[in-house]
C-alpha cells in the first residue's frame, strides 16, 4: 500500500527558505510519479512541482519555476521540495501525492490516488 509522510512546513518571513520532505513507500509496478501539490483557504489544489520516482524526469508550475526545487534520495525513498525566494502567495498547506498519471498531466490533482496528510507553510511580507 502506498503511504506519504510529509514534513517540514512552518513559517518564513517574504524571501525566506523552506524544505518539504515527504517520505515514500509501497511502490509496486511501473514507475510512479510523485508530486507536490498545495491549497490556499477558499482556492483549488494547484500542483505545484512533480518528478519520476526512482528516476529523473520533473515538472514545475509556471508559478514556482526557478524558485523551487523537487529532488529525489534514492537510497531514502524521501522526495524533497526546496522552496526559496517564498512569497506571501506562497502560503498554503502542501501536500505530496504518488500515482501513474499520463502525460501532461502530472500536476493535474484529479489524476493522483494517494495523498499525504498534508503540511503547512506560511509566508510572512
Known amino acids: 500500500q502506498v503511504q506519504l509522510v510529509e514534513s517540514g512546513g512552518g513559517s518564513v518571513q517574504a524571501g525566506g527558505s523552506l524544505r518539504l520532505s515527504c517520505a515514500a513507500s509501497g511502490f509496486t509496478g511501473s514507475t510512479y510519479w510523485v508530486a507536490w501539490f498545495r491549497q490556499a483557504p477558499g482556492k483549488e489544489r494547484e500542483g505545484v512541482a512533480a518528478?519520476?520516482?526512482?528516476?529523473?524526469?520533473?515538472t514545475y508550475a509556471a508559478s514556482v519555476k526557478g524558485r523551487f526545487t523537487i529532488s529525489q534520495d534514492h537510497a531514502k525513498n524521501i522526495v524533497y521540495l526546496e522552496m526559496n525566494s517564498l512569497k506571501p502567495d506562497d502560503t498554503a498547506t502542501y501536500y505530496c501525492?504518488?500515482?501513474?498519471?499520463?502525460?501532461?498531466?502530472?500536476?493535474?490533482?484529479?489524476?493522483?490516488?494517494?495523498w499525504g496528510q498534508g503540511t503547512q507553510v506560511t509566508v510572512s511580507s
Open positions: 501525492a504518488a500515482d501513474r498519471p499520463g502525460l501532461g498531466l502530472k500536476l493535474e490533482p484529479t489524476k493522483y490516488r494517494y
Open positions: 518528478i519520476a520516482f526512482g528516476g529523473w524526469s520533473t
